[in-house]
């Protein structure tokens, strides 16, 4: 059985979310699937309770993220100005040439960090 927009039902929340701590007072967001209408709410979620926490330095790793759409970029958004009300920042870690060009074309790259490693996105939070 199939979903209106032709997916099945099981996979209309395809998006792993796995929060973990960094060095010092950053955290990481590892994200694995896809972001869209259906799962932003629970990537929101995850980066507004880090949020709520104090946590104001975030790593969100994009490596295994198959497919984001306009409100999956709505919620990093969302995020980064949270954090920046508070002296932070978000920095992205993705490789995926697809969804670096979605950065691109919209102009995000200008305000997010874009590593090709958690590594450096770490670095470049301190």
């Given amino acids: 059985m199939t979903s209106c927009n032709g997916k099945p039902w099981d996979n209309i929340l395809d ?16 994200l694995s699937g896809e972001i869209d209408v ?9 980066i507004g309770e880090l949020i ?8 969100i790793n994009l490596e295994k ?15 980064l100005k949270r954090v920046r009300e508070h002296g932070g920042s978000v920095n992205l870690v993705c490789t995926n040439l697809q969804i670096k060009k979605i950065f691109d074309i919209t102009g995000l790259v200008k305000i997010f960090g874009i590593f090709d490693t958690e590594d450096a996105a770490m670095k470049a939070l301190v």
């Fill in 65 to 79: 993220v198959r497919y984001i759409d306009s409100t999956g970029l709505g919620v990093l958004i969302g995020g």
């Fill in 38 to 46: 259906y799962t932003s709410p629970k990537v929101k979620d995850a």
């Fill in 15 to 30: 998006i792993k979310v796995n929060v973990r701590q960094g060095p010092g007072d950053c955290y990481v967001v590892d």
């Fill in 52 to 59: 709520d926490r104090g946590v104001y330095y975030l790593v």
